[in-house]
Nanobody
C-alpha cells in the first residue's frame, strides 16, 4: 500500500523556522520526483519546492527561494523541507506528493496533476 505522511507543522512566530518531513511506505523515494505544495484558505494550491527523480535537481517558488530548502535521506525513505525566516504569508497546509513520471524540472513545481501520491498535509501557522 503506497502512502505518504507529512509531519512537522506547527505554530511559529515570524522569523522562526520549521522542518517538515515526508515519509514514504510502499515505494522508494529515490525512484520518484517529490514535490511540496501548500494551500492557504481561499487560495489555490501552490507549488513550493520539488526535486527531480532524473537528476536530483531542485526548484523553488519565487516566494520561498532563499528561505526554504528541500532535501532527502534515501536511507530513511524521507524528504524534508527546511523552512527558515518564516513569514505570515507562509501560513498554509503543506502537502508532499510523489510521482514516477518523468518531466522537466519546472513541471514538477507547476503541475500538481502529474503527482500520483499525496500525503494528508500538515498545518503551518506563522504569527504576524
Amino acid at each position: 500500500d503506497v502512502q505518504l505522511q507529512a509531519s512537522g507543522g506547527g505554530l511559529v512566530q515570524a522569523g522562526g523556522s520549521l522542518r517538515l518531513s515526508c515519509t514514504a511506505s510502499g515505494f522508494t523515494f529515490g525512484d520518484y520526483a517529490i514535490g511540496w505544495f501548500r494551500q492557504a484558505p481561499g487560495k489555490e494550491r501552490e507549488g513550493v519546492s520539488c526535486t527531480s527523480s532524473v537528476d536530483g535537481t531542485t526548484a523553488y517558488a519565487d516566494s520561498v527561494k532563499g528561505r526554504f530548502t528541500i532535501s532527502s535521506d534515501n536511507a530513511k525513505n524521507a524528504v524534508y523541507l527546511q523552512m527558515n525566516n518564516l513569514k505570515h504569508e507562509d501560513t498554509a497546509v503543506y502537502y508532499c506528493a510523489a510521482t514516477g513520471r518523468a518531466y522537466t524540472l519546472n513541471r514538477y513545481l507547476t503541475l500538481s496533476s502529474i503527482y500520483d501520491y499525496w500525503g494528508q498535509g500538515t498545518q503551518v501557522t506563522v504569527s504576524s
